[in-house]
């Protein structure tokens, strides 16, 4: 009876820690999210640096983010729904190539814009 305590004591102990382990392990994490960096890395080829379209952004109509008036009138799911979807033959659409978690940082990025 001693021997099986200490089996099922052991088991328990196991089980949790490796509960406990793996709970606390993620892919990636919000806060490990460089949006910027996304943002340079994705985006800026046709929304500029600065939120305004380059040259081939205005070639593709793409969106002048620092428009206040598109800014006030375009909701964040709007702008995820844009990223995750694209505009077929004007913007690629990045839900194969970013995460959900990612293209939901891009949008302060984005509304940060509107604020200068």
Same mark, same amino acid.
């Given at each position: 009876?001693?021997?099986?305590?200490?089996?099922?004591?052991?088991?328990?102990?196991?089980?949790?820690?490796?509960?406990?382990?793996?709970?606390?392990?993620?892919?990636?994490?919000?806060?490990?999210?460089?949006?910027?960096?996304?943002? *340079?890395?994705?985006?800026?080829?046709?929304?500029? +640096?600065?939120? /305004?379209?380059?040259?081939?952004? !205005?070639?593709?109509?793409?969106?002048?983010?620092?428009?206040?008036?598109?800014?006030?009138?375009?909701?964040?799911?709007?702008?995820?729904?844009?990223?995750?979807?694209?505009?077929?033959?004007?913007? *690629?659409?990045?839900?194969?190539?970013?995460?959900? +978690?990612?293209? /939901?940082?891009?949008?302060?990025? !984005?509304?940060?814009?509107?604020?200068?």
């Amino acid at each position: 009876m001693h021997k099986t305590g200490i089996f099922t004591a052991t088991s328990f102990v196991v089980v949790v820690g490796v509960i406990v382990f793996f709970s606390g392990t993620s892919v990636s994490s919000a806060a490990d999210i460089d949006a910027k960096k996304l943002y *340079m890395t994705h985006c800026k080829t046709c929304h500029g +640096e600065n939120g /305004k379209p380059t040259d081939l952004g !205005v070639g593709l109509e793409a969106r002048d983010f620092t428009d206040a008036a598109w800014q006030a009138k375009v909701t964040d799911e709007q702008i995820i729904k844009q990223i995750n979807n694209g505009t077929p033959e004007k913007m *690629m659409p990045f839900k194969e190539k970013l995460s959900q +978690e990612e293209i /939901k940082a891009l949008v302060p990025v !984005v509304r940060s814009f509107g604020k200068k």
